[in-house]
């Protein structure tokens, strides 16, 4: 099992014709992604690292029908594509692309509520379910097939926490980076709801960061239900100086809550077990799938 | 980013909205000279990208021309400390001076991207110049919020709403939802994430006017604004704040003594939080990013140690779309151009790990290279000589 993506899932990519499209695109075949189709305005008909490439996402949808989308488009058009994607019918969207603007993403948000379309990032390495699948930048040799389920929202923080679970010789079933950016697609409480029936997956580790309400919507989630596998959270920027970013109009909907101490006591609070010396994500992971 | 008060009023001016007769000075010469143009009394207000100005001594009441250029000689350059700035404090450069207004009453005007409902929102309070989460915590019955969507702005009722719960005379709720309005409007066109009319004033005359004012611009869209990306002022920026943004480098201060040098923000801020978990002191945060080139390497490598904070240093890379030998080659350019003379602890792995620990191994510099990343913090706390 796995989430998310499978071996046989099929994916098209967004802007393929792009330089780091390109290259990601090379990097994810080599893996054994089942990449089908290429989609870059203004060069329907062509043919691009095998694959063929369409104007618009409808018309790769029809000739190829892909599940999933990865995009690689610059920021300024990240939110349209995203749109696009979702209008064509693709049930996952997963949006590589950093920097597109708060209020386009707003756009997008609400225009995905209208259709049956997820969201993964924007600004996110993608997902790999290892062994199977990879849609998205992340380094695919350091990852192997196994029982922990990653959710992130830190690129090389997650690749760090990977290697520590490879070192020790305890796979994963799936990585999913969640992003960045203040509004992205699926979060910690949507994935942990896929990963509770997924039978593959043993044991969770959560990467959490300062800012936004993420990690404590998913200790909300956890507080309702008893979730049946262990969870493991670490939470970046104890020492991260007080947002300057989050403004009064905006930290009166927040509150007081945001920074790590917060995120992390409501996540212990809902029994999540809290790593402290991010260095040792792999070691307590491991003596958690042991007992 | 954010601008300055004088730059957000001139915006406000030119949306037709109402601010305090003032002008912007740049000498206690100049000063002396609006002072008696604009009458007094006259309020100075000292231009800085920081709230908490009032009670740092920023915002000076002057009841004549004389008082006002005295006070101005002791504002200028002078390094303001707030609740905000951090213990290094902004330097004065410029003040704005106004007419101080004859107040009836205050209130609170904010819009923000609501980030929880992924939706924009207008909140409204009956009390002004007040900090709005202690009010929000304290009387949250005097506090109104409504949320409107980028497509479809900000409704008339719902400006009306929030004008009626101010509860202004009828004559002003007009002119507070036509306000409302215009300041929605353009809160969506040039991407804002935030903007606060604290206080909005109704003065004895009965005008409303925005007494003062704070607008944070997205910095992802400034590239489709020019006329507010002419508006950055970097002037507040350290010297390797500066030089970092040179590079496209992501660097903050921080009050420590341990330099750091990352990629990506995630572990930077991980490895912020393990020097400190093992008793060391972070001294800036650093995040390379993805795309860096071998110079940016070079010059994040020199803010590093030539930081005269700097006891010790640590390299901690996980190359992904980054490669080791690239950065290893960044670190011994600079280190041979400048000399190794506080102890470096690098730690890599991933893309090109061992290319790039040949090449910190064949520069013969006195490197201390660690396996994993917990050797490393434990080393690089160890040799700062700051231990707790």
Same mark, same amino acid.
């Given at each position: 099992?796995s989430?998310l993506?499978k /071996?046989?899932t099929r994916?098209?990519?967004?802007?393929?014709?792009?330089?780091e499209?390109?290259f990601h695109t090379?990097?994810?075949?080599?893996y054994?992604?089942? #990449?089908v189709?290429?989609?870059? %305005?203004?060069?329907?008909g062509q043919s691009h690292?095998g694959?063929?490439?369409?104007?618009?996402?409808?018309?790769?949808?029809s000739a190829e029908a892909?599940?999933?989308s990865?995009?690689?488009?610059?920021p300024?058009?990240?939110?349209?594509?995203i749109?696009e994607?979702a209008?064509?019918g693709?049930?996952l969207?997963v949006?590589?692309t950093e920097g597109?603007?708060?209020i386009?993403?707003?756009?997008?948000?609400?225009?995905l509520?209208?259709?049956n379309?997820?969201?993964?990032?924007p600004?996110t390495?993608?997902?790999?379910?290892?062994?199977?699948?990879k849609v998205?930048?992340m380094?695919?040799?350091?990852h192997i097939?196994?029982?922990v389920g990653?959710i992130s929202?830190?690129g090389?923080l997650?690749y @760090?926490?990977?290697?520590?679970l490879?070192?020790?010789?305890?796979?994963?079933s799936?990585a999913?980076?969640i992003?960045?950016?203040?509004?992205?697609?699926?979060?910690?409480? @949507?994935?942990?709801?896929m990963?509770?029936?997924?039978?593959?997956?043993k /044991?969770?580790i959560l990467?959490g960061e300062i800012?936004?309400?993420?990690? @404590?919507?998913a200790?909300g989630y956890?507080?309702?239900?008893?979730y049946p596998?262990?969870?493991?959270?670490?939470?970046?920027g104890v020492?991260a100086?007080?947002?300057?970013r989050?403004g009064?109009?905006g930290?009166?909907i927040e509150g007081s809550?945001g920074?790590?101490?917060d995120k992390?006591n409501c996540?212990k609070?809902?029994g999540?077990?809290?790593?402290?010396?991010?260095?040792r994500?792999g070691?307590?992971t491991?003596a958690i799938?042991?007992n | 980013?954010?601008?300055?008060e004088?730059?957000?009023?001139?915006i406000? $001016?030119?949306?037709?909205i109402?601010?305090?007769?003032?002008?912007l000075?740049e000498s206690?010469?100049?000063?002396i000279k609006?002072?008696?143009a604009l009458?007094?009394?006259?309020v100075?207000?000292?231009?800085?990208?920081?709230?908490?100005?009032?009670?740092?001594?920023?915002?000076?009441?002057?009841r004549e021309?004389e008082?006002a250029?005295s006070?101005?000689?002791n504002l200028f350059?002078k390094r303001?400390i707030t609740?905000?700035?951090g213990?290094?404090g902004?330097v004065?450069?410029k003040?704005?001076?106004?007419?101080a207004?004859?107040i009836?009453?205050?209130c609170y005007?904010?819009?923000?991207?609501?980030r929880e409902h992924?939706?924009?929102?207008?909140?409204?309070?009956?009390?002004?110049g007040?900090?709005?989460?202690?009010l929000?915590?304290q009387?949250?019955?005097?506090i109104?919020i409504i949320?409107?969507?980028p497509?479809?702005?900000?409704? %008339?009722?719902q400006?009306?709403?929030?004008?009626?719960f101010?509860?202004?005379?009828?004559?002003?709720?007009k002119?507070l939802v036509?306000?409302l309005r215009?300041?929605?409007?353009?809160?969506?066109e040039?991407?804002l994430?935030l903007?606060?009319?604290n206080?909005l004033?109704?003065?004895e005359?009965r005008?409303l006017v925005?007494?003062d004012?704070?607008? @944070?611009?997205?910095d992802?869209?400034?590239e489709?604004?020019?006329?507010?990306?002419?508006l950055?002022?970097?002037?507040d920026?350290?010297?390797?704040?500066?030089?970092?943004?040179?590079?496209?480098?992501n660097y903050l201060?921080m009050?420590?003594?341990?330099?750091c040098?990352?990629?990506?923000?995630g572990?930077?801020?991980?490895?912020?939080?393990i020097?400190s978990h093992f008793?060391?002191q %972070?001294?800036?945060?650093?995040?390379?990013?993805g795309?860096?080139?071998?110079?940016?390497?070079?010059?994040a490598?020199?803010?590093?140690i030539s930081?005269?904070r700097?006891?010790?240093?640590l390299v901690?890379?996980?190359g992904g779309?980054v490669?080791c030998d690239l950065?290893?080659?960044g670190v011994v350019?600079?280190a041979?151009r400048?000399?190794?003379k506080k102890?470096v602890v #690098?730690?890599?792995e991933g893309?090109n790990?061992?290319e790039g620990q040949?090449?910190l $191994?064949?520069?013969?510099l006195p490197?201390?290279?660690a396996?994993?990343?917990?050797?490393?913090a434990r080393l690089?706390?160890s040799?700062?000589?700051?231990e707790k």
């Amino acid at each position: 099992m796995s989430i998310l993506v499978k /071996a046989k899932t099929r994916i098209l990519v967004q802007g393929i014709t792009g330089k780091e499209a390109t290259f990601h695109t090379q990097r994810m075949q080599e893996y054994g992604t089942r #990449v089908v189709a290429g989609v870059t %305005p203004g060069k329907g008909g062509q043919s691009h690292l095998g694959l063929p490439v369409f104007n618009t996402v409808e018309q790769a949808r029809s000739a190829e029908a892909p599940e999933v989308s990865v995009i690689f488009v610059p920021p300024r058009a990240g939110a349209d594509a995203i749109m696009e994607a979702a209008d064509a019918g693709i049930k996952l969207i997963v949006c590589i692309t950093e920097g597109i603007p708060v209020i386009d993403m707003l756009r997008a948000k609400a225009f995905l509520k209208k259709t049956n379309s997820k969201l993964i990032g924007p600004n996110t390495p993608g997902i790999i379910s290892p062994g199977k699948s990879k849609v998205g930048i992340m380094p695919g040799h350091i990852h192997i097939p196994g029982p922990v389920g990653l959710i992130s929202r830190s690129g090389t923080l997650t690749y @760090e926490a990977v290697h520590q679970l490879t070192k020790l010789g305890v796979g994963q079933s799936t990585a999913v980076g969640i992003g960045g950016d203040s509004i992205c697609g699926l979060k910690f409480a @949507e994935l942990l709801e896929m990963f509770r029936e997924d039978l593959q997956t043993k /044991a969770l580790i959560l990467i959490g960061e300062i800012g936004g309400t993420a990690e @404590e919507e998913a200790a909300g989630y956890l507080k309702q239900i008893s979730y049946p596998k262990p969870i493991l959270a670490y939470v970046a920027g104890v020492t991260a100086p007080p947002g300057k970013r989050l403004g009064h109009a905006g930290a009166i909907i927040e509150g007081s809550r945001g920074t790590a101490q917060d995120k992390t006591n409501c996540l212990k609070e809902a029994g999540v077990r809290i790593i402290s010396n991010p260095a040792r994500i792999g070691q307590e992971t491991k003596a958690i799938l042991i007992n | 980013m954010l601008i300055q008060e004088y730059q957000a009023k001139r915006i406000l $001016k030119a949306l037709g909205i109402q601010t305090p007769e003032g002008y912007l000075a740049e000498s206690p010469e100049q000063i002396i000279k609006i002072c008696k143009a604009l009458g007094s009394p006259a309020v100075l207000k000292a231009q800085i990208l920081s709230g908490g100005r009032g009670q740092a001594g920023g915002i000076l009441l002057a009841r004549e021309p004389e008082e006002a250029e005295s006070l101005a000689r002791n504002l200028f350059g002078k390094r303001l400390i707030t609740s905000q700035t951090g213990n290094r404090g902004l330097v004065v450069r410029k003040i704005l001076v106004e007419k101080a207004l004859n107040i009836k009453k205050e209130c609170y005007l904010g819009l923000a991207v609501d980030r929880e409902h992924e939706t924009l929102l207008a909140l409204v309070s009956r009390e002004g110049g007040i900090q709005i989460e202690e009010l929000s915590r304290q009387k949250p019955e005097l506090i109104k919020i409504i949320s409107f969507n980028p497509d479809e702005g900000m409704r %008339p009722f719902q400006a009306r709403q929030l004008a009626y719960f101010l509860e202004l005379e009828e004559d002003l709720i007009k002119q507070l939802v036509s306000l409302l309005r215009n300041l929605s409007g353009f809160f969506i066109e040039k991407d804002l994430k935030l903007l606060e009319v604290n206080p909005l004033v109704l003065t004895e005359s009965r005008l409303l006017v925005a007494a003062d004012v704070k607008m @944070e611009f997205d910095d992802c869209s400034l590239e489709r604004h020019q006329d507010i990306s002419g508006l950055l002022d970097f002037s507040d920026d350290s010297e390797e704040e500066m030089e970092a943004r040179n590079f496209k480098l992501n660097y903050l201060r921080m009050e420590g003594n341990i330099g750091c040098l990352v990629n990506g923000a995630g572990l930077a801020m991980a490895t912020m939080d393990i020097i400190s978990h093992f008793g060391g002191q %972070p001294a800036n945060f650093l995040d390379i990013g993805g795309g860096v080139t071998e110079e940016a390497v070079n010059k994040a490598f020199e803010i590093l140690i030539s930081d005269d904070r700097v006891t010790s240093a640590l390299v901690n890379i996980f190359g992904g779309i980054v490669r080791c030998d690239l950065v290893a080659r960044g670190v011994v350019n600079c280190a041979e151009r400048l000399g190794l003379k506080k102890p470096v602890v #690098v730690r890599m792995e991933g893309t090109n790990v061992i290319e790039g620990q040949k090449i910190l $191994k064949e520069s013969g510099l006195p490197f201390h290279l660690a396996d994993d990343f917990e050797q490393a913090a434990r080393l690089v706390v160890s040799l700062s000589g700051r231990e707790k």
